[in-house]
């Protein structure tokens, strides 16, 4: 993050001990972690934001609010795999007249919407997280006293792991939702034409692969909320530490 | 009613796609061959101001454009020459918006501060992703699969995502350095 380095000049520092400089090294490099790599950077205020001004960033509440992105998808993606279940239930004679076919409608629609957001707030985090820590290892370079930068080194690596875990697992994400929505896109297509989607059981193989397919996309987001559980223990623990 | 695309249309068929493809090539990679249309202000907040309200004039133009469009694909007589028609004006106006949007992104960009960037790589992430929905529909229509009502249903899904970003571009003010 650019407004890291004048935080870290040592002329800011002054003539402080070297005890006092290590501390002070130590909460400036805290408030970067906790401001940039995940108050802002990664898990900031987005497009889910309604606040006119920016809101002073605070420890951990980025991993909330990512958090309630990852709940958001997850239930727009569960709510469609529900419809699929209606839909498989044989009720007419061509899937453009089936009964259920409104509310998988609704549930589709949702997604599409659900998907704009979230998954834009997903790729600006593998767009702008990894500059934040290339940025921070830079800053590692300029703290003098060695103790402080071992401490500082450690906090880096275990955070860059939980980030590039999380980075990971949101982009197996995108990999199993862009195919899963295509598909669905596909199959809805089809759906206008009767001949081509049947309301009876012929349709279930196709059925049954998009909610496969959808299944998949849950369990990604599953993982991607277990390694930001992961990152927030490790976050409050570094906090502890302090 | 399908829009399948009649033999005489093959040539037609085969510009649509290279028009496509050269207007997805201009609009992600060579910075458009239209450029963005804003006042430079007396001030970097002014310009952004004037770029943001370029950008968000233009997502109207984009969204009025998706729901005329559906309204038309909803009437009887659509035909595979009026989907051509709007296609390639839905991927002109949408190209125009990349073009307005990354004058403002590159304008935000220009402060430096992870706030303005963050706002940035959102918005642009969202009309990637909103880009899919000419993807699925130039698929369908070159696979001779493309049904009016499944054009209507992508109009109103693009024209509704359409305004969910432009909201959030309105949003995204303090974060990219103005004020409305």
Known sequence: MRHAKPYLKRSMIGDRSRNEEARADRRLLYLLLASGLLGLGWFGPGCASSRSTPPAPKPGRGIAEYRDVTREAHDAVAATINALDLLMRPKAKAMLEHPDLPDFDRAFYQLELTSVRARARAEAIIARGQKYFDEWKENLVGIKDPNAAQLEAARYTRLLIHFDRVRLRSSEVRNEFRPFMGKLRQFRARVDQPAKVTGDTSSWPELDALRTGGRRVLESLDSVSLALNDAETELRATRAAQ | ?180
Request: glycine share 10%; proline share 3%.
């Open chain 2, 1 to 180: 009613m399908r829009l399948r695309p009649a033999e005489w249309h093959r040539l037609t068929r085969r510009h649509l796609a290279w028009l496509g493809a050269l207007v997805l090539y201009l609009t992600a990679f060579a910075g458009g061959w239209t450029r963005a249309q804003y006042l430079p202000g007396p001030t970097q907040g002014a310009s952004l101001r004037n770029a943001a309200a370029a950008t968000d004039t233009q997502a109207k133009v984009v969204i009025r454009a998706a729901e005329d469009w559906g309204r038309r694909a909803g009437s009887a007589g659509y035909r595979a020459e009026h989907f051509q028609q709007d296609f390639t004006n839905g991927q002109l106006q949408f190209g125009v918006l990349r073009q307005q949007f990354n004058a403002l992104g590159g304008l935000a960009l220009q402060l430096g501060r992870p706030q303005a960037d963050n706002a940035v790589a959102e918005l642009d992430a969202g009309l990637t992703t909103i880009a899919e929905l000419f993807t699925f529909l130039q698929n369908e229509y070159a696979a001779g699969t493309l049904d009016p009502k499944t054009i209507v249903r992508t109009c109103r899904a693009y024209s509704d995502a359409m305004k969910l970003w432009q909201r959030e571009l309105k949003k995204s003010g303090s974060r990219l350095g103005f004020i409305w």
